[in-house]
Structures are given as C-alpha cells and as structure tokens.
C-alpha cells in the first residue's frame, strides 16, 4: 500500500476518534451544567427551608415564653390571693332572709366561692390564656408559612 493512501486513513481515523471524544466531551459538559443547576435550585431551596425552620422556631420559642409568662403571672395573681395580698370581687347578689330572725349576725362574712368554684375559676383563667396564646402562635404561623 502506498503511504499517502495509509496515512490519509490514519488521518481519517484519527479525525473520527477525535470527533468522538469531542462529542463525548460535550455531552460530559452538558451534563454537568445540568447537574450543576440541579446543585444549586437544590441549595436555594435547603436555605430556604432552613429560613423557614429558624423562623419557625423564633416564632415558637416566642410564643412558648409568652404563654410560660402568662402561666407565671396567673400562679402568682392565684398566689397573692391566697395570701391575702389581692382580692378577687365578684357581682353577687345575696338573697335577702324572708323571714326575721335574731341572727342578725349568722351571715355578715363577705361572700365567698367555695373551694371548687375557685378551682375551677383558676382553671378558666389559666386555660383562655393558653387559648389566647395558641391561638396567637396559630395565627402568626399561617402568616408565615401558608401565606408565603
């Protein structure tokens, strides 16, 4: 064979060679630009996420403390009545006797709940607390996140 005839071969052989690796190299970058923009929608959603879940947690420690406040703040106001220090007063009315008696004095002490009824006024109070402030920490989260 004649050189010329196997050396334009060998060039069209390496010219096909060379095109493949060029065409394997471009399908390579193609894909990592693919991946590489896949990378970082998948960055800016974690932030995001993490945004989100820190705010969350602001919002919730927040509303934990506020709410511990209000509990704190019931137990003493149920304390300092208690002791005597505040007073609780209450609109009642106290049916007057029909009949006359000589006890005049059997009733004179100031009208008081009975221990039940003060309990359960305690548990009211300490429950529309926690109310109001879960509901505060519901509304604040819907703002937050379904809102967005």
Do not use: F
Request: hydrophobic content about 30%; overall charge negative.
């Amino acid at each position: 064979m004649n050189w010329k005839a196997t050396a334009l071969i060998g060039v069209i052989v390496l010219g096909g060679l060379l095109n493949w690796e060029v065409s394997k190299n471009q399908k390579l970058t193609n894909e990592n630009e693919r991946l590489n923009s896949q990378l970082s929608e998948q960055i800016a959603i974690t932030t995001d996420y993490e945004n989100r879940i820190n705010s969350l947690h602001e919002l919730d420690t927040k509303h934990t403390t506020e709410l511990t406040n209000a509990k704190a703040e019931l137990n003493k106001l149920r304390d300092d009545i208690r002791n005597g220090t505040k007073r609780v007063y209450i609109n009642a009315k106290c049916p007057k006797l029909e009949a006359n008696t000589t006890e005049s004095r059997s009733n004179e002490g100031s009208a008081r709940l009975s221990e039940a009824a003060e309990q359960d006024y305690w548990y009211l109070r300490e429950m529309m607390a926690e109310n109001e402030k879960q509901t505060l920490y519901l509304q604040n989260y819907i703002r937050m996140e379904c809102l967005r």
